[in-house]
C-alpha cells in the first residue's frame, strides 16, 4: 500500500497529519506513506507546482492523498504556474474522469446546515462529476475580439466517449444504491448539454433498473435547497459539479466535511476534500480535518477495497460529530488536533 501524501499549500498541511495519524491507527499491513510536494509550496521550493519528482511518485503509488492547494502569494503568476495547475495536471495525467463527492446529512448537524433542519436531514446524494474534460480543459485564452475589445474564451465540448463513460460509472453507482439516477446539464442552451443528454440516454438501455431523469443545471441548485432529499446520484459536467458540489456541502452543514474520489478506470485514484486551502484560516491550527479524514476512508474503499476500515473511519467521524464535537466552521470550537484526537479515540474503541 504505498500512498502518495500531497498535503499541499494552507490548510492543507494541517488536516493532512490528522488523517495520517487515523490510517496509522488502522495498523494496515504495509502501509507506506511517502510524501511529495506539491501546488504554491512546490512553486516555492522546486519552481512548478507539480514538479516531476512529486508526478513520478504519483504513478508508481496506488493511490493519492491530497490535500489543498492554493496559495494568494501565487495568483500573479502565469496560469501554467498557478498552484491550481497541480491538481487539474493530476487529473489529466492519472485520467481520473470520474469525482465522486458523497453528501449525506450527519446526524447532530441538522440545526447547523443552512436549509431548515427536516429538508437538511434527507440529504443523502452522490454527485458523480466528470473530471478531465468541459470548460476546464478545454481550448482557452486571450485575444483580441473582432471590435477590437480583449477577449477571454474557453471550449467546452465532450466527445461522446468521454460522457458515455462517465454515464456508465453513475448507473453503476445508482444500482449500488436508491437505483436513482439524474443527470444534470444545460441542454436549453449548450449544444454540448444536447449531446450529453443523447448520449445519457443511450448508455440508459443498459441500466433498465435505474429510474434516470434530466434537469437543466440552474433547477437543480434550485432543487438542492429546496428539497435535497429527491436525489440519489446526480450525474454532471465538470463545471457544473465544481459549483454544485460546493452547494451541496452547506446543505450539508460546512464544506469541511466533504470528501471526494477521482477515479479512472483502475483503481489508482486520487482523494481530497473537496474544500481549497483556505489561506485565512491557515496555520491556526482550526481546520476542519474531518473531510480530509474522510477522504482516506475513501481511499481505503476505492483504491484498496478495505470496505470494513473505511466503514470504520466513517462511523468514528459520525460519532464524533453526534457528540457535538464541532469545528470552528460549524460554530464550535474545537481545533484542528481535537477532532482528530476524538475520531482516533473513537477508532480505539
Ligand atoms: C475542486 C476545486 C478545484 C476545481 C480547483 C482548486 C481547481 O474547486 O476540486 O472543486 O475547480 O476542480
Ligand atoms: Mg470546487
Redesign the pocket.
Known sequence: MQIAVLAGDGIGQEIMVEALRVLEKLDLPDLQLKPADVGGTAYKNHGHPLPPATLDLVMASDAVLFG???DPDCDDLERHLRP?QA??GL?KEMQTFA?LRPAKAFSGLENLSALKPEVAGAIDLLILRE?TGDV?FGEKGQRQSAAGLREGYDIMAYDEQEISRIAHIAFKAAQGRRKKLCSVDKANVLQTSVLWRTVVNEVAADYPDVELSHMYVDNAAMQLVRNPGQFDVMLTG?IFG?IL??QASMCVGSIGLLA?ASLGTGTHGLY?P?H?SAPDIAGQGIANPLAMILSAAMMLRHSFAMETEAAQIEQAVAAVLEKGLLGHDLGGNASTREIGDAVVAQLAG
Do not use: K, M, P
Open positions: 489543498a492547494v492554493g491550481e491538481v487539474l487529473r469525482n473530471l476546464y465538470n465544481d458540489s460546493d471526494s481530497e473537496i481549497g
